[in-house]
C-alpha cells in the first residue's frame, strides 16, 4: 500500500512538474494560473459586495473598516482555492497521463461545477459574510436599525431588504462570474484534452 502511494505522488508530482516546464507556457496557462485568475476575481466581487453592504448600513469613513474587509474579501478567496484544487484542477491536472478516448470526461458537467463554484465564492459566500460582518458593525456603532443576530424574522427581513438595495450589483456579479467561471473552466478543459492527445501521441511512438 505504501508503495503504490507513493507512486501515485510521483506520478502527480511528474505530471505537475511538466505543467511547469512545458513550452510554450501559453498552452497551459488554464491549468497553471487559472485558478489564480479566478481567486483575483472572487477578492474583487466580494470587494465590491462588501462596499456596497457598508454603504447598506450606513457604515461611512473607518468605522470598523478592516474589521469588514478583511474577512468578507479573504475567506471566500482562500475558499476558493482550496475548493477549484479539490474538485476541478486536481481532477484534471492529474489524469492527462493517462488518456483513455473510450471514457472522456463530461464537458459539461466540468464547467457547471467551475461556473457555481465561481458564483458561491465570488458572490453568495461574500454576501452573506457582508451581511454578519456589518450587521455587527452597524450595532457598534448605531448606524442601522439591525436586529439581534438571533431574531430570526427580523433578520430575513434585513436580507430582503439588503437583496433589493443591492440587486442590481448582485445581479451583475453573478452573471460575470459564472460566465467566467464557464470560460475558465473550458480553458482548462481544453489544456487537459489537449495534453492527453500529445502524451497518448508520444506514449504510442514511444511503444513503436
Not at 27 to 56: D, N, T, Y
Not at 63 to 68: P, Y
Not at 128 to 133: C, E, I, Y
Request: some cysteine; glycine content about 6%; overall charge positive.
Amino acid at each position: 500500500m505504501l508503495g503504490m502511494g507513493l507512486d501515485a505522488g510521483n506520478v502527480k508530482e511528474r505530471q505537475l512538474q511538466q505543467l511547469r516546464h512545458w513550452q510554450p507556457q501559453s498552452e497551459v496557462w488554464p491549468l497553471v494560473h487559472g485558478p489564480k485568475m479566478a481567486s483575483v476575481c472572487v477578492m474583487a466581487s466580494s470587494f465590491a459586495i462588501i462596499l456596497r453592504m457598508r454603504q447598506f448600513y450606513n457604515l461611512f469613513s473607518q468605522q470598523h473598516f478592516f474589521g469588514t474587509i478583511i474577512p468578507v474579501v479573504s475567506l471566500p478567496t482562500i475558499g476558493y482555492l482550496i475548493a477549484s484544487d479539490l474538485l476541478v484542477k486536481r481532477c484534471l491536472s492529474s489524469q492527462f497521463a493517462n488518456y483513455d478516448s473510450t471514457r472522456p470526461i463530461c464537458t459539461t458537467c466540468y464547467e457547471l461545477r467551475g461556473s457555481v463554484l465561481q458564483a458561491a465564492m465570488g458572490v453568495v459566500f461574500p454576501y452573506m459574510l457582508s451581511m454578519f460582518a456589518c450587521s455587527a458593525a452597524a450595532i457598534s456603532y448605531r448606524t442601522y436599525p439591525t436586529p439581534p443576530l438571533n431574531d430570526y424574522r427580523k433578520m430575513l427581513l434585513t436580507i430582503r431588504r439588503s437583496c433589493r438595495a443591492l440587486g442590481t450589483t448582485l445581479t451583475l456579479l453573478t452573471l460575470a462570474n459564472l460566465a467566467f467561471g464557464g470560460w475558465l473552466t473550458r480553458s482548462m478543459l481544453d489544456t487537459h484534452l489537449m495534453l492527453s492527445y500529445k502524451n497518448s501521441e508520444s506514449g504510442l511512438a514511444e511503444a513503436s
